[in-house]
Structures are given as C-alpha cells and as structure tokens.
C-alpha cells in the first residue's frame, strides 16, 4: 500500500480568512479520535483577523498513526509516513496560496503536536512558529536525533503537564533541547497536576504570536 492511500494530503476543513487573501496562516493538527474540524475549535480562542487564516488537515478514521508515538517507529508505519507527507502537502498548499513559511505556524494537539514537531525538526528552516500542546519529537527513548537545516529563530512552544498520561515530561524536556539545538527560540512550559489538555497560558502564547505575526 502506498502511504499516500492512508491519509488524505490536502486541506479539509478551514476558518478565518480565506487562505488565499491570508498573509498568515495556522495549520492546526489534530490529535487521536478528533478530526479537523475539531481543532479547528480551538480558533475561537485564537486572533479573528482578515489577514489569518486556520486550515486542518484530517487522519484517516481520525487516528494518524496507530501506537504510541514512544513505540518504534517501524511499528507505526506506514501511516506515520504517510501522516508525515500530509502535513508536507497542507504546507506546500498554504505556501502555494501565497503565504511564506515564515508567516505559517504548525500548531498540533497530542498526537497532532508530535506530528508538527517531529514534521518542523525533519524539515527545518524558519516558519511563523510551532507550537506543541501535549507532544513531543517521535520515536523511542534513545532515537537519534540527527536532523538537518536551521530553524532560524523560528517561535517554539512546547507546553505539556507534568503529568500527562500520554506524554511524558522527559520527552518534551528532550524536544525542547533538540530544537534549540536546531536553532528555535523555544519555550517550554510544564504545568504541575495539570491534564492531558490545552490551558489559558497556552492560548495566550498562541494570541500574543499571531498578532505579531499579522503585524500588531
């Protein structure tokens, strides 16, 4: 089976500005048993302004990859390739319409923010910023971590409890030193007794960097 036959590598579901009138866009990935349409509930919270747009993709049975994102990664292929591409292609969409990397965020939750973080360090150079509720960089304890390019000051937020069932805080720990290694300016926040959720100090983080981004 080609991994393009998992997922569907394009845009499903969209808010906001319409993407080709955008001069900043969001790509919001979903996590496991949610869909696109779900994340993009979280732009209610989010900046409403005529130059942003929010755009989502969708997991094939709303589950991009089927074990933990800790397992090998053999053992979640081939939908975590092919989850992989379909970010790539939603990007290559959003800058096809006009808007730069540089203008263009990945936003994930959980499963979705591993996907933005482990898709952002594999393709690295500077994008409008990554922003990780929940997730962390693929694989298991001890995968190299020998990713090309320069993320070039690019805004990174890693924000995750300490916690969480899903993700442990070690590997955000651990994301957050490669990506600084990669050149991101990153910003990690652990949240004590805190769930497997996106909080307010999140959303503010998101706020205050994309009304820069659209210039105030």
């Known amino acids: 089976m080609s991994t393009t036959d998992l997922h569907r590598p394009n845009i499903v579901a969209s808010t906001g500005a319409d993407l080709q009138d955008a001069t ?5 990935i979903h996590g496991r048993g949610d869909s696109g349409r779900g994340i993009l509930g979280l732009s209610q919270y989010l900046p409403s302004l005529d ?4 755009v989502a993709p969708q997991a ?3 589950t991009w990859y089927p074990y933990s994102f800790l397992q090998p990664m053999e053992n979640n292929e081939p939908w975590l390739s092919s989850a992989l591409e379909t970010v790539g292609a939603v990007v290559k969409q959003v800058k096809d319409a006009g808007v730069p990397s540089e203008k263009t965020v990945l936003l994930g ?14 393709h690295a150079k500077r994008y409008g910023g990554i922003v990780a509720l929940s997730g962390g960089l693929i694989g298991p304890d001890g995968t190299p971590r020998h990713y090309d390019g320069d993320l070039a000051g690019t805004p990174a937020l890693f924000g995750c409890s300490d916690i969480d069932p899903h993700i442990p805080a070690e590997r955000v720990h651990e994301s957050a030193e490669v990506y600084t290694r990669l050149g991101a300016d990153v910003d990690k926040r652990i949240y004590p007794n805190f769930g497997h959720s996106v909080n307010d100090d999140e959303l503010d983080y998101v706020r205050t960097l994309l009304t820069e981004l659209a210039g105030g």
């Open 24 to 28: 900043v866009a969001v790509v919001m």
């Open 51 to 54: 130059s942003l747009a929010y």
């Open 60 to 62: 094939t049975r709303n």
């Open 109 to 122: 939750f959980s499963q979705g923010a591993c996907l933005a973080s482990e898709y952002a360090a594999r």
